[in-house]
């Protein structure tokens, strides 16, 4: 009883917590940074089976964490602090870790703590599988009943896994210096079978056939390795090692398991090195005809060192390569039965992001390899076997083709159909990809495929039709992936939808007798779609600017209601609204943006205004912001509005082979559109961007001085130093990123020399009379340090007013917390300075040595 009232205590401390959204709202207060701990983050869990309760966690930057469990009816509430990996089971269970592993009886409010647990699985018959440390390296498995009473337990286990298809534990153990590997039985009385002596490290990789009846794991003894295969219906165990793979030289091992086939024939795994020495001090030798650049031949060493594919067939005794260096790279049917393997240097040298190569296609049991597709473009979003494994469908010349594999017949799904299926909004440089992927209807009667709005059912040898409106309402309709069951969609049952109509996304259902519905008729932007296994309930996020996050839940179509309202104290403080901006660019195209209205505002008063910049930013009008001072780049507009600050954020339309000049345009035709606008002080107008938005930043700042002040992060500034550098983080040379990618060129230096130099800001920068603050991480890969530090030392040449802050343990973006929260509040305070006339820092004014 004790715990009863705790647990009502709980429900009536958050039942006042959600609704004092109107009880707060009279006296709202200024938002400070002493405020920003307040705020946390909501991620919904999952929905019983029932849709009687909901799970859902509540998180906060300072670790105090909690998982709560809610009757969807709001009756009543648990609460479970630091809680992880909740799951509910059984007839009104519920089961997480927390400091040990808890199991609360929902119904009646009792809990039981089981400490030490630091993982757990729930069997098909509500058994729990609890670990526990048992010693110093070895485990403990015990397995309680659903109202946590001990049924079983197993000592110095050092690895396992259950499959609940199969009802079974399969794990290893080493008791008293005896290594073995044993499989416990559930649903046979916990009968336990003997399987293979083992060695002392642990097994890893354990590897179920989808249906149970068979598990592979990987054994490592040493530099030694082996794979063990067990079946369960005949007790068959088998095994490879390193010494029956003949080609195997002693420098390489046994590295993963992938998968066993449906059929339980195949065993398919990975062999690699065990070591790479790699001499730094040799001399390197870069060729210019090598068919990559010298980093990246480092990096795959010919592909040597890229993990070959293995099909092991134990009852045929064989085994074959489905990988080589020169065919390094595949995808297996879910069957089992082929695989496409290729290159993805076949034509290089080559200027793309992801280059075009040759597929082949593979049948494993017959060994006949034949090239299937040339020069195909290598994003394997573009390419896949279906789910039965009797096609291959793929994206080429702006349509999607269907390749029969038992009669070899090609047929395009989409060339009768007088829609586009590639990406029209696409405006990056090179090729242009198809909106989406190609999905399959149950038993492959037909692919389901995107246009620009709807959803089209492409049947096979049949009529096509179009699934949704969406060109009517101007709304973009696109699948939840998460309906797939066993690959498949089932278009016989509601179906799950997206609708994205301007910036807003909301639900829609969709069956095949109805149109198409949306889950709620709001103003809200929707995310986060959780659905009871009956279908009948649903979990979902809503927000917009100005309301954050809550936890709806619906039920059989009735209204939907709110289950938790996080961050209610947000209704206490002022807050800013957002607006919806239209304006053209000097070509005539329109565009959109968005302006954040400063907290509290007064139209008698002027305010400054931040303009932050990235490609297409007005998508973002929907989403709520928490404050906070830990921010990878360093800007948060909830900060800036709660501070007495407008925030725009334009909208950027790009002409091809003038990334920069466009930025310039279509930024400075935004803010031009908001100057009318009351309130807002066109004196006092500071810019801010990263990556590519800094590169933008450090363009608009050399042809307009409209801004008062500007703050660049990792800012390209020299395009022809950058386009001949190395990108350390994917080891090729940045060209592609010019004449294939976002800096949309679409050709190389030596072609567009003239659009180069026009679009470099380095070649302008005498043009700054912009105080500027840069900044950067020393371990940048992405964008070298030497970009901003190109233009800091161009500025003082010139005798330019420029700060540029230098992170030495840092990389493209802030990742460790105090770094966040110093550039957050340095940049704040520059802001400050320039737009608000607040005193110049120390840290902001020159040596005086």
């Not at 973009?476 to 992936?481: A, N, S």
Request: glycine share 6%.
């Amino acid at each position: 009883m004790k715990h009863i009232s705790l647990f009502r205590y709980v429900f009536f401390f958050y039942s006042v917590m959600i609704t004092c959204p109107v009880m707060g709202q009279v006296m709202q207060k200024d938002l400070t940074p002493a405020d920003y701990n307040l705020w946390s983050r909501l991620s919904v869990g999952t929905l019983s089976e029932n849709g009687k309760w909901a799970s859902f966690n509540v998180s906060y930057e300072n670790g105090a964490d909690t998982l709560f469990v809610k009757r969807t009816d709001g009756k009543s509430c648990f609460d479970f602090a630091q809680g992880q990996d909740g799951r509910f089971f059984g007839k009104d269970k519920f089961a997480c870790l927390k400091s040990g592993l808890c199991i609360a009886n929902l119904q009646t409010g009792n809990l039981k703590t089981v400490s030490e647990v630091i993982r757990y699985e729930i069997t098909k018959e509500n058994y729990i599988i609890a670990e526990s440390p048992f010693g110093n390296v070895n485990k403990n498995l015990t397995i309680y009943n659903e109202e946590g009473n001990i049924y079983f337990d197993i000592k110095n286990v050092t690895a396992w896994s259950y499959n609940v298809k199969s009802d079974a534990i399969i794990y290893q153990t080493n008791d008293t210096g005896s290594q073995a590997m044993l499989l416990l039985r559930l649903s046979k009385n916990f009968l336990i079978t003997k399987i293979a002596k083992t060695g002392e490290t642990a097994a890893t990789n354990f590897t179920w056939q989808d249906n149970g009846e068979s598990v592979a794991f990987l054994k490592n003894e040493n530099e030694n390795t082996s794979i063990g295969l067990y079946r369960l219906n005949n007790a068959n165990y088998m095994e490879i090692n390193k010494e029956y793979v003949h080609e195997l030289d002693s420098n390489k091992v046994f590295t993963s398991l992938l998968r066993i086939s449906p059929d339980g024939q195949k065993v398919f795994f990975e062999i690699g090195n065990n070591t790479f020495d790699q001499n730094n001090n040799d001399i390197e030798i870069w060729n210019t005809e090598d068919k990559v650049v010298y980093p990246s031949k480092v990096m795959t060493k010919g592909y040597e060192l890229i993990d070959k594919t293995i099909s092991w067939e134990p009852d045929r005794d064989s085994y074959q390569y489905l990988t080589n260096n020169e065919l390094p790279h595949c995808i297996i049917s879910a069957d089992g039965r082929h695989a496409l393997v290729w290159n993805p240097n076949a034509y290089q040298p080559q200027q793309k992001q992801i280059g075009d190569t040759d597929y082949y296609l593979l049948d494993i049991e017959t060994r006949d390899k034949k090239l299937f597709l040339a020069k195909q473009s290598g994003d394997t979003n573009q390419i896949s076997f279906s789910p039965n494994s009797n096609f291959v469908t793929y994206f080429r010349e702006k349509q999607w083709w269907n390749y029969n594999i038992s009669t070899g017949e090609t047929i395009s799904l989409t060339a009768k159909l007088k829609v586009s299926f590639e990406d029209e909004r696409y405006d990056w440089a090179g090729d242009v990809p198809p909106y989406g992927t190609a999905e399959w209807t149950y038993d492959e009667l037909g692919v389901l495929v995107h246009d620009a709005f709807d959803i089209w059912k492409i049947v096979l040898n049949g009529k096509s039709k179009r699934l949704t409106n969406g060109r009517e309402t101007n709304t973009i309709f696109r699948i939840v992936t998460q309906n797939k069951k066993e690959g498949f969609f089932y278009l016989s049952k509601e179906q799950w939808l997206t609708g994205t109509t301007g910036n807003r996304t909301v639900y829609y259902r969709w069956n095949a007798h109805s149109t198409c519905k949306p889950l709620i008729y709001d103003g809200y932007s929707q995310s986060e779609l959780k659905v009871n296994a009956k279908g009948d309930a649903k979990l979902f996020v809503e927000q917009n600017y100005n309301l954050p996050p809550r936890l709806m839940y619906q039920n059989n179509g009735v209204i939907a209601r709110s289950l938790y309202q996080s961050n209610p104290q947000h209704f206490g403080y002022k807050w800013g609204k957002a607006v919806n901006v239209t304006y053209s660019n000097s070509k005539g195209q329109q565009l959109q943006g968005t302006l954040y209205y400063p907290a509290g505002f007064n139209s008698t008063k002027l305010y400054p205004v931040i303009v932050n910049i990235y490609e297409y930013l007005s998508k973002g009008f929907y989403e709520y912001v928490n404050p906070t001072l830990h921010n990878q780049t360093g800007y948060n507009k909830s900060n800036y509005i709660s501070q007495g600050y407008f925030v725009f954020e334009p909208d950027i339309h790009y002409e091809m082979g003038n990334p920069g000049l466009s930025a310039v345009d279509c930024v400075t035709a935004g803010v031009n559109a908001i100057l009318h606008i009351s309130g807002i002080d066109s004196k006092r107008i500071g810019l801010i961007g990263h990556s590519f938005g800094g590169y933008q930043a450090n363009m608009i700042i050399t042809r307009t001085n409209l801004f008062a002040t500007a703050v660049v992060g990792a800012g390209i500034s020299d395009l022809t130093t950058h386009f001949l550098c190395i990108n350390e983080n994917r080891a090729r040379q940045n060209n592609y990123h010019f004449e294939s990618g976002q800096f949309r060129m679409n050709g190389s230096l030596f072609e567009l020399a003239e659009n180069y130099a026009a679009n470099s800001p380095l070649n302008f920068v005498k043009n700054v009379d912009t105080p500027l603050l840069l900044w950067t991480g020393r371990n940048d890969r992405q964008v070298l340090p030497s970009q901003s530090m190109e233009f800091h030392l161009a500025l003082r040449r010139l005798e330019k007013s420029s700060v540029m802050l230098v992170y030495p343990e840092e990389t493209h973006a802030m990742k460790r917390k105090a770094d966040q929260e110093d550039l957050t509040i340095r940049i704040m305070e520059w802001f400050d300075h320039f737009l608000k006339d607040k005193p110049a820092l120390e840290w902001m004014k020159p040596d005086k040595i």
